[in-house]
């Protein structure tokens, strides 16, 4: 699943530990979540959408196989 947190934390100015704190994660979480390699729970997307003060489908973007 695709995702666009690394380019809507730049436009912020949001480092990555600062999203990490904001929404309960580690660094590493949203490190591996802006290369692709985990996808984020139903909760803390929902987490990082608020963060953002936008929608789930506005960050994530989901591919149907």
């Known amino acids: 699943m695709e995702n666009r947190i690394k380019e809507l934390r730049k436009q912020q100015n949001v480092t990555q530990e ?14 591996s979540l802006e290369n692709g390699k985990y996808n984020a729970s ?10 953002f003060n936008t929608d789930i489908e506005s960050i994530f973007v989901f591919e149907e196989d």
């Open 42 to 51: 139903l909760q803390l997307a929902f987490k990082i959408a608020k963060y």
């Open 18 to 31: 600062d999203l990490a704190n904001a929404v309960g994660v580690t660094r590493q979480t949203i490190i």
